[in-house]
């Protein structure tokens, strides 16, 4: 006898949860199953996804401890606080990633109790159109849904010829398990992913030099701020190599040897204690059995969706990583709500113009909206405001002086079109130009609020008074 539901979701990362919480909250019997593909202590389902378990949560942990250990040995002294030479104990640092990785999985479990969401242990995969619904099997169970979400996320995408161990050839799991500081470590792929991983074991003393195929550096990022960052990331000491086409990968059992092809089109071969490799991330779409019910994929293995994050099958949907976009954790979660409310007839709405995207090394890079270089490509005509953090008492006071927010604005109508950071804190600043651009506000909008003083969010006001050729203290 199959379990029956008014919604089934599969995969209980980020989307997933999300989703499954939202439609338990608008009164529908709902379920969510997890295929527990991280390691559980107890061998039950591990929720969160990537983001928590192996990804987001984890690595921000890591970038956390390895800061203040570069604070305490090389910018402490500048404020006059003098403490002996510093020491990382690598394993209590891992430790301490893992406890909160812990509190946080075992946290969703709570949440899902908490909102009557049924949890089910296993992989979903779809077997047919039924009457009322769907029929899935969900480990050894059949399970029968009206309709069903899938949020089965993304994996690392792999180089041909070059295995990953996670030991010595890593990706973005491995990546934060490293038991020791490596004399050096090697990364391929100058992403997100590479470069926090990067300055992680960077500040802990690593010698890290980042191989990177694209001719551009974070060409996704305003060309400002990649300039910015290229600059800033090379002064402390990532060794960042463009134009670079990875050769043969020998992995010993000690250290790995990468031959590659240089800008210049020279042969060189880097020997390092451990490799990462990352070069993105891949859909979650093997096992759905997809085919059986014709569900569509495109050409990159992606469910294919609508606006509103329908698929081609009624009753089917799907959001977060499997789909277009951004793989982004909230990116999925605003997808995960939307559905939900329009399973209840509520008109769910996502803005993908106004999603953030952040990197979260030190500085930290954000940004939202269009690009300069995009505004430019479309024909756009637009006003620009930029203001450097030296400017900013409070960023002197931290000993945060570098980089600087940029405002773009319709020439037009004024109507704020981009914000992009670099600096102290850029992750939280970055929020109030999402807020503004959700509201359709214009440069001018923010260069009337008063902004609390001393904050780094002075800048934020300038930048948008300096849109206007008006800036206060710059």
């Known amino acids: 006898m199959s379990k ?3 919604v089934l979701v599969i995969g209980g990362g980020p989307g997933g949860y999300v989703a499954a919480i939202r439609a338990a909250q608008l009164g529908f019997k709902t379920a969510c199953c997890e295929s527990n593909p991280y390691a559980d202590p107890k061998g039950e389902p591990r929720l969160g996804g990537t983001c928590l378990n192996v990804g987001c949560i984890p690595s921000k942990a890591l970038l956390h401890t390895s800061h203040m250990f ?21 394993d209590k640092m891992v430790a301490r990633k893992s406890g909160i990785v812990d ?25 047919a159109k039924v009457d009322g619904g769907w029929e899935l099997k969900v480990g050894d169970e059949s399970v029968v849904a009206k309709q069903v ?17 996670n030991k010595i050839v890593c990706d973005n799991v491995g990546a934060l398990d490293i038991d020791a500081v490596p004399k050096k470590l090697a990364v391929i792929g100058a992403g997100v992913i590479g470069l926090e991983m990067g300055s992680v074991w960077r500040r802990l003393g690593a010698e890290v030099i980042v191989l990177e195929a694209m ?59 451990r490799l990462i490799v990352s070069v993105g991330r ?12 014709g569900l569509k994929l495109n050409e990159r293995g992606m469910i294919e969706v609508d606006a509103h994050c329908r698929t081609n099958l009624p009753g089917v949907w799907a959001v977060g990583d499997v789909v277009r976009g951004p793989m982004l954790a909230h990116k999925a979660m605003e997808e995960a709500v939307m559905v939900a409310e329009i399973i209840a007839g509520q ?47 409070r960023a002197l006071g931290m000993g945060e002086p570098t980089g600087f927010v940029k405002m773009l604005a319709c020439a037009q109508t004024d109507r ?14 970055v929020s109030e130009a999402v807020v503004a651009m959700e509201f359709g506000a214009a440069s001018e909008d923010l260069a009337r609020i008063c902004h609390a003083h001393p904050t780094l969010s002075e800048v934020v006001h300038e930048a948008a008074l300096a849109v206007d050729k008006r800036p206060l203290h710059f």
């Open 103 to 127: 509190q946080l999985t075992g946290g969703i479990k709570g949440l899902f109790k908490k909102n009557k969401v049924t949890l089910l242990n296993g992989h979903g995969s779809f077997v």
């Open 282 to 293: 891949i859909p979650n779409t093997d096992g759905l059995n997809a085919e059986a019910v």
């Open 4 to 6: 029956e539901f008014d």
């Open 347 to 393: 008109s769910g709405h996502c803005n993908f113009d106004t999603v953030p995207w952040v990197i979260y090394t030190s500085p930290e890079i954000a940004w939202v909206g269009k690009t300069e270089q995009e505004l430019k490509r479309d024909g756009v005509a637009y006003r620009s405001g930029k203001i450097p953090f030296m400017a900013n008492g």
């Open 215 to 273: 001719p551009d550096f974070l060409a996704a990022a305003d060309v400002d701020v990649a300039k910015e960052a290229l600059k800033v990331f090379t002064k402390q000491g990532l060794s960042i190599n463009l134009s670079c086409k990875i050769g043969e990968v020998k992995a010993g059992k000690k250290s790995v040897s990468i031959a590659y092809t240089d800008k210049d089109g020279a042969e060189q071969k880097l020997e390092a204690d």
């Open 416 to 429: 704020i079109l981009g914000v992009h950071i670099i600096g102290a804190n850029a992750s939280e600043l």
């Open 149 to 165: 979400i899938v949020a089965t996320g993304s994996k690392a995408r792999h180089l041909p010829g070059i295995p990953v161990d």
């Open 70 to 90: 570069e604070e305490a040995g090389h910018a402490f002294e500048s404020q006059g606080i003098v403490v002996s030479k510093p020491k990382i104990d690598v």
